[in-house]
């Protein structure tokens, strides 16, 4: 059985067909991409996934269990993490608490323990601030850590977004244009914790990416997707050599 | 331009360097002195105060540091000057100062031998006994001071709607209201002879007793009436909860107006004087720490992340509808403590009291404070019940004065006074150190 399996999910906005008919398998620690141009429905496929949206038809397995109409947070808890394409941080949290609050469904302690601040309270957000401090580690931003966000540059945030979704306990993590707005130099590096992290945590990771450079080095398969259909799938090699895929980015005349 | 910003520069530089020359002295002094020496203090004003007014040429010691008195008599400005600095800002600055050296050691050596909240509970009740002589003096500082800790108890409590929850909520004085009549007619209806509940059902010496009681039962009666709000306004984002939270205020105020079995319109009286100056202080001090402690959690800090980024904050697995709901039914608590306290200390409710009036006053306090900020919570009931109290003698120019205020801090603080920042009673009270990092030897080294 399939870690995560999506099955013919097709998703209407009012009258507008954003994704027709939609399949993908991943098994633990797979890695796959999917590319496609602006408006293809790219993001619209992480937020059906994460529950930001629900299929107008299709269904959704994690772990043989159908995740269709649960609510984002229940989807995130079960081990569906995510990024943001356009940074979705917190203004006034700062980079600690943000990975600190990605425990929020693991927290026990309940309002008992928020509002008379009980030993068992202090216990565990100690043990929180001990692995939201690993995870910074990790993505090598920990010396950011009592910073507000609306300080930092653009190479850090994406590695804040990053450790956020880690701290969720990620089975499955969806990172939706990782690189983007980044320099060479630091889109090296993150393919560098993409690496780490896929290791580490043994996770499964389904990636959009628009740089083919970095699509190609950490994909198995990829995924093509125009206008809301898969229009091919493959290694990166057979991608890269597929008229359909050329005509979809460069137009037909000029393949022609 | 260039010429405006050199002017501007050094007048800037010189204000900071003066206030900088002011503090220097004082940089070393932990709270337990500047305590000590409030209490020397009001003992001074309570025992020599009307005396010493006398003889400067006051008729009485001023009540609210003579702000009151001088907006009356301005001839009478010299000497009130006189007396705050020889009653207030003299023993203060002295004892304060002269206790550093010893308030620093001990501190630091309390600290390290018996639990922080012990020294945290000297400290309060330091404070405590500061409050209580100072409002020995007369009756009408007792009053004032009840009435702005109760103020306290309000805006810190709308702050987690407002502020932390970002959310934009009016019902306050609703539940207000609630939490009123609720404790209200529980004193009335167990302990009192009163003309609308009849003879107690209690005996009438449990009632101190008993009151925490009645105004909890106050306080779950507003979390219930914010279920009403809650449930509807918070299916979407946006406006809906101010709309829906003002709805609310009219609506349980014509309610109460309409029902005669507390009083109607009339209102409702005779409550016990069981809100004395312990009782309130204790619950402010309770609902400070409650919430302070709430927000400072994970659970509570989830409150940022909703007001922030919604989607973000359900992606990381935050349950957004039960944060926020519970945000608004915790907050609905201490508005309805509040209501309960203040009933007691007025001894007398109406329903006219929990209007736009009300409102206003607990939204300037929270804006006027700062936003996501239990000390600008604090900062603001204090500075503005205490400035309201002042400006009293202005009469209608009070309410030209105060908008101008708050227009003034909007303009230049748009968050409020103290936004975004932790309140952390340790590190108010630890031992204070200066630059060279010895008390002693700044001390006499002067």
């Given amino acids: ?97 943000h990975v600190k609050m990605a425990r929020y469904s693991k927290i026990t302690y309940g309002l008992v323990g928020a509002f008379f601040g009980t030993r068992k309270r202090y216990r565990e957000e100690a043990e929180i601030e001990e692995l939201a401090y690993h995870l910074l580690e990790l993505v090598g931003i920990r010396r950011y850590a009592d910073q507000l966000v609306t300080n930092l540059p653009y190479g850090i945030l994406r590695r804040v977004e990053m450790a956020r979704a880690l701290a969720t306990e990620p089975k499955v993590l969806f990172l939706d244009e990782p690189t983007a707005g980044m320099n060479p130099e630091e889109l090296v590096q993150m393919m560098e914790i993409i690496r780490q992290v896929h290791q580490e945590f043994n996770l499964a990771i389904f990636l959009i990416e628009h740089r083919m450079k970095f699509v190609m080095e950490l994909c198995e398969t990829i995924q093509t997707l125009v206008f809301g259909e898969v229009i091919a799938e493959g290694t990166p090699e057979q991608i890269q050599n597929d008229p359909r895929v050329i005509e979809a980015y460069l137009g037909k005349e000029l393949v022609e | 331009m260039a010429v405006a910003v050199q002017d501007l520069t050094p007048e800037k530089s010189a204000l900071r360097r003066l206030w900088e020359r002011v503090q220097g002295p004082f940089l070393h002094v932990p709270m337990l ?25 006051l008729p009485k010691a001023p009540v609210l540091f003579g702000v009151s008195l001088i907006l009356k008599e301005p001839v009478l400005v010299p000497a009130a000057i006189v007396y705050i600095v020889l009653v207030y800002l003299a023993p203060v600055a002295l004892v304060a100062r002269g206790t550093a050296g010893w308030a620093n050691r001990t501190v630091a050596k309390l600290l390290d031998t018996i639990p922080a909240w012990v020294v945290i509970l000297i400290h309060l009740l330091l404070l405590y006994a500061v409050l209580h002589f100072w409002a020995e003096v007369n009756t009408y500082r007792l009053l004032v001071l009840r009435l702005t800790m109760i103020a306290i108890v309000l805006t810190v409590s709308l702050n987690v709607v407002n502020g932390y929850m970002g959310e934009f909520s009016c019902s306050h004085p609703g539940f207000m209201a609630l939490g009123a009549y609720g404790a209200s007619v529980f004193s009335l209806l167990f302990f009192v002879d009163d003309r609308i509940f009849g003879a107690p059902i209690l005996p009438p010496a449990l009632g101190p007793f008993l009151f925490p009681l009645g105004l909890i039962a106050g306080g779950l009666l507003a979390s219930v009436g914010a279920l009403f709000v809650a449930i509807p306004s918070f299916r979407t984002r946006g406006d809906y909860l101010a709309i829906i939270s003002l709805a609310f205020t009219f609506i349980i105020k014509s309610v109460i107006e309409n029902l005669e079995v507390v009083g109607g319109p009339r209102g409702l009286g005779g409550q016990p004087d069981w809100a004395t100056l312990p009782v309130v202080f204790a619950w402010t001090v309770l609902a400070v720490w409650i919430i302070n402690n709430f927000v400072r959690s994970t659970l509570g800090r989830a409150l940022n992340a909703v007001r922030d980024d919604e989607t973000a904050a ?84 009070k309410w030209i004065i105060i908008p101008v205020l708050l227009i003034l801090v909007m303009i230049f603080r748009p968050t409020g006074l103290i936004a975004f920042r932790e309140f952390d009673v340790l590190k108010i009270i630890r031992p204070k150190h200066t630059a060279e990092g010895d008390t002693d030897h700044a001390l006499t080294g002067s």
């Fill in chain 2, 33 to 57: 002195s500047w305590l000590v020496g409030a209490l020397v203090a009001v003992l001074i004003e309570l025992s020599v105060g009307n005396n010493l007014a006398r003889l400067i040429g």
């Fill in chain 2, 314 to 397: 359900s992606a990381m697995t935050v349950n957004t509808r039960r944060t926020k709901m519970t945000a608004f039914l915790f907050a609905a608590f201490w508005a309805g403590i509040g209501g309960g306290l203040l009933a007691h200390v007025l001894k007398y409710v109406n329903p006219g009291s929990f209007g736009l009036q009300a409102l206003a006053e607990v939204l300037a306090m929270v804006y006027f404070g700062g936003l996501n900020s239990v000390v600008g919570s604090m900062v603001g009931a204090v500075g503005f019940n205490l400035l309201s109290e002042a400006l009293r003698p202005l009469e209608i120019f």
């Fill in chain 1, 1 to 97: 059985m399939p870690l995560l399996e999506v099955k013919n999910v097709t998703h209407y906005f009012g009258g507008l067909r954003a994704v027709h008919n939609y399949n993908l398998t991943l098994e633990p620690g797979q890695i796959r991409g999917l590319i496609g141009p602006n408006g293809a429905g790219k993001t619209t496929i992480f937020n059906l996934i994460t529950g930001i949206y629900r299929p107008s038809e299709g269904e959704i397995l994690f772990n043989g269990q159908n995740i269709v109409g649960l609510q984002p947070y229940q989807i995130a808890a079960m081990g569906l993490g995510r990024t943001f394409q356009n940074l979705q941080l917190w203004r006034h949290v700062n980079v600690l608490d």
